[in-house]
T-cell receptor
Framework: GENVEQHPSTLSVQEGDSAVIKCTYSDSASNYFPWYKQELGKGPQLIIDIRSNVGEKKDQRIAVTLNKTAKHFSLHITETQPEDSAVYFCAASTGVRKLSFGAGTTVTVRA | EAGVVQSPRYKIIEKKQPVAFWCNPISGHNTLYWYRQNLGQGPELLIRYENEEAVDDSQLPKDRFSAERLKGVDSTLKIQPAELGDSAVYLC????????????FGQGTRLTVV
């Protein structure tokens, strides 16, 4: 089955700096890569996703890049703000089959 | 539009007791998932439904866990009997169709087995 690895497990950044989280996946058939943000006591919420026919996608301060050859994808958050502090999960799916999640990255934005 | 609704939010039970979780997905979503999230880890799939059919239950511990999705809408996940290792957050999610479309998660049920 699909195996998704995520790094780093924790990330502390100064407010205004950028944060980068990296994930690798094992199944070359994976074609959907969402990123979820989970705040304390809440369920994960989708923040951005990318499909295998696209190399990069941006939404305001958030961007995701995908390298299909290397089987890795990354989340970039620019101009970080205190409200960006949360746990972020990457995930991968081959389409209709299950979504496999990484172990998560705890991001702390220092004021 | 209401999101995915789960109940209860919290449950504390003694080991060997039964417990049930309920989920109401977003209206019109064909796919429903139950995930288990252990502390400090990502969600792990327990079972996935397409309408009322369980299409992926390979990770469900069938000796003690059961699930149903009657009429392809609401779903119930049951554990009987519960063990200490079952303590976790149980998340329900739904998507329009399959794992290639956005999955919307409920707030989860935090289960503590003592």
């Amino acid at each position: 089955g699909e195996n998704v690895e995520q790094h780093p497990s924790t990330l502390s950044v100064q407010e205004g700096d950028s944060a980068v989280i990296k994930c690798t996946y094992s199944d070359s058939a994976s074609n959907y890569f969402p990123w979820y943000k989970q705040e304390l006591g809440k369920g994960p919420q989708l923040i951005i996703d990318i499909r295998s026919n696209v190399g990069e996608k941006k939404d305001q301060r958030i961007a995701v890049t995908l390298n299909k050859t290397a089987k890795h994808f990354s989340l970039h958050i620019t101009e970080t703000q205190p409200e960006d502090s949360a746990v972020y999960f990457c995930a991968a799916s081959t389409g209709v089959r299950k979504l496999s999640f990484g172990a998560g990255t705890t991001v702390t934005v220092r004021a | 539009e209401a999101g995915v609704v789960q109940s209860p939010r919290y449950k504390i039970i003694e080991k060997k007791q039964p417990v049930a979780f309920w989920c109401n997905p977003i209206s019109g979503h064909n796919t429903l998932y139950w995930y288990r999230q252990n502390l400090g880890q990502g969600p792990e799939l327990l079972i996935r439904y397409e309408n009322e059919e369980a299409v992926d239950d390979s990770q469900l511990p069938k000796d003690r866990f059961s699930a149903e999705r009657l009429k392809g809408v609401d779903s119930t996940l049951k554990i009987q009997p519960a063990e200490l290792g079952d303590s976790a957050v149980y998340l329900c999610a739904s998507s329009l169709y399959g794992a290639g479309t956005e999955a919307f998660f409920g707030q989860g049920t935090r289960l503590t087995v003592v």
